[in-house]
């Protein structure tokens, strides 16, 4: 079946560098979404992407999905503590299956 | 606050009980959907309904069963309970059938099973 790997498992930055997580599919999506949960929280959606190659920008936050629409990245420029949390993706395969990756937890060391 | 509620927050029980679990979607929402977050395991997709009717089928147990209600709110039904069922249990909620969807989640049951 289809499967969703995230590397790294767990991120530790100084405030004010950048991180960056990579999302992998072992099938084509049809697009692919990335999540946000804060320590305690329950996930909250940041963005979808659809087309190969695109780009998105969100303020600090930069996400990519491959031309191949297997792979996508998220990257936050100069992280702040209020990064802090577990990022997932979750890709969609033609809705056969919504998956969402093992998460990559971040911390931002002030 | 995301507008979608669950009940209860917690939830402590022995093994071989039966628990359910409620979810109130957003207003406006026709889908809800149910995941199971264990540490080990993050984020496993139960089950999704949309509009009273089943719509896709995740990793769910045979032991756990989920309706969705004419009003929209759903039930997640947990039997003979396990060890191993221990975990949070979220609901989420989006406009559409397609999963492509935003999707809105609620606050999450942590359910501990002795």
């Known amino acids: 079946g289809q499967q969703v790997m995230q590397i790294p498992q767990y991120q530790h930055v100084q405030e004010g560098e950048d991180f960056t997580t990579y999302c992998n599919s072992s099938t084509t999506l049809s697009n692919i979404q990335w999540y946000k949960q804060r320590p305690g929280g329950h996930p909250v959606f940041l963005i979808q992407l659809v087309k190969s190659g695109e780009v998105k920008k969100q303020k600090r936050l930069t996400f990519q999905f491959g031309e191949a629409k297997k792979n996508s990245s998220l990257h936050i420029t100069a992280t702040q503590t209020t990064d802090v949390g577990t990022y997932f993706c979750?890709?969609?395969?033609?809705?056969?299956?919504?998956?969402f990756g093992p998460g990559t937890r971040l911390s931002v060391l002030p | 606050d995301s507008g979608v509620t669950q009940t209860p927050k917690h939830l402590i029980t022995a093994t071989g009980q039966r628990v359910t679990l409620r979810c109130s979607p957003r207003s406006g929402d026709l889908s809800v959907y149910w995941y199971q977050q264990s540490l080990d395991q993050g984020l496993q997709f139960l089950i999704q309904y949309y509009n009273g009717e089943e719509r896709a089928k995740g990793n769910i147990l045979e032991r756990f069963s989920a309706q969705q209600f004419p009003d929209l709110h759903s039930e997640l039904n947990l039997s003979s309970l396990e060890l191993g069922d221990s975990a949070l249990y979220f609901c989420a909620s989006s406009v559409s059938w397609d999963r492509s969807y935003e999707q809105y989640f609620g606050p999450g049951t942590r359910l501990t099973v002795t």
């Open positions: 979750a890709g969609d395969n033609y809705g056969q299956n919504f998956v």
